[in-house]
């Protein structure tokens, strides 16, 4: 069987790490009960994981595996620490509202497994350009899910009232979070079949 040609955009599309992979869904389930909640978290995975993922990508590919993966770890949680700091000056309510999912994004699965697999061995314009998708497909899912569910929770989009009649609370708990991501999940899946189908 022939391997299946690999895009620059996958992360986004093709690939995405929470609607495709089943990677890093805590944060989108717990954490998006508002638009301003995703935000946080958007600003501070984006900065942790890409500047994570350059050093990992000089690391040598000789090293064992699972060396690599401690050093990308390490140098991660390192660089949340200067990046929760300006996060909390940002975004002070949201970081205190995410709880112990903002450091868990330090050590998150795009920069403990992705780097070391699908990343691994691609030249450095590359690699960027697959990284940065990534991301881009996390963020996306994470400001749609906290628009959706602050929406129909509350009644507003970033504290701001929308002209809707009901609003259902619930949306803003974690089962909330599961429902939003289910059907998101669905969506994406129907979309990428159908393209798929399309270029066979």
């Not at 717990?30 to 958007?42: G, Q």
Request: hydrophobic residues 50%; proline residues 4%; charged residues 15%.
């Amino acid at each position: 069987m022939p391997d299946k040609k690999l895009h620059i955009t996958d992360g986004l599309l093709r690939d995405n790490t929470v609607l495709s992979a089943g990677m890093i869904i805590s944060p989108v389930i717990i954490c998006t009960e508002t638009f301003r909640n995703s935000v946080a978290l958007v600003y501070a995975f984006s900065v942790i994981t890409f500047l994570a993922d350059i050093f990992a990508h000089f690391i040598p590919e000789k090293l064992p595996y699972a060396v690599r993966v401690i050093w990308t770890a390490l140098v991660s949680s390192l660089i949340y620490i200067p990046v929760k700091g300006l996060t909390e000056v940002l975004y002070p309510e949201a970081v205190g509202r995410i709880g112990i999912y903002f450091p868990l994004i330090a050590v998150n699965s795009l920069v403990v497994y992705q780097t070391q697999n699908r990343f691994t061995g691609l030249d450095f314009k590359s690699f960027i350009g697959n990284l940065t998708f990534y991301i881009l497909g996390f963020d996306a899912v994470m400001l749609v899910s906290g628009a959706l569910r602050e929406l129909i929770a509350y009644g507003t989009i970033n504290n701001k009232v929308m002209d809707i009649d009901i609003t259902i609370p619930s949306a803003g708990l974690p089962f909330g979070g599961f429902i939003i991501l289910g059907i998101l999940c669905g969506i994406y899946r129907k979309i990428r079949s159908s393209s798929t189908a399309g270029e066979e």
